[in-house]
């Protein structure tokens, strides 16, 4: 996942202004957002923890918002096998920004 966030955020330098805070999410690689599914489908508790360190990496090491880090793990699950409303629940429980729910 991190490594998908370096791409991301390397992606959107080089094609955005510089400076620019207002982008939203980052892609994440098919393969990548199917582990963090079948994570959340069969080990929710281990998936959150996992998110949280994901976002706080995202943070530390790379100084992606945490608010395009959640988005960005949100659009992620959107295609996955987790149905809608039990991914809401999963998400409303480990994600702090409202504003990144769908």
Not at 3 to 23: M, R
Not at 61 to 68: C, K, S
Request: negative net charge; charged residues 30%.
């Amino acid at each position: 996942m991190l490594h998908e966030f370096a791409i991301g955020k390397q992606f959107h330098h080089a094609t955005s202004d510089p400076g620019d805070e207002n982008y939203r999410y980052f892609g994440i690689a098919l393969p990548v957002a199917r582990m963090l599914d079948w994570l959340v489908r069969h080990e929710p508790g281990t998936a959150g923890h996992t998110i949280e360190e994901i976002i706080g990496e995202a943070d530390r090491a790379l100084g992606i918002p945490r608010r395009v880090a959640e988005r960005t793990i949100t659009m992620a699950l959107t295609d996955g096998s987790v149905g809608p409303e039990a991914r809401r629940e999963f998400l409303d429980r480990v994600l702090v920004l409202e504003a990144n729910r769908d």
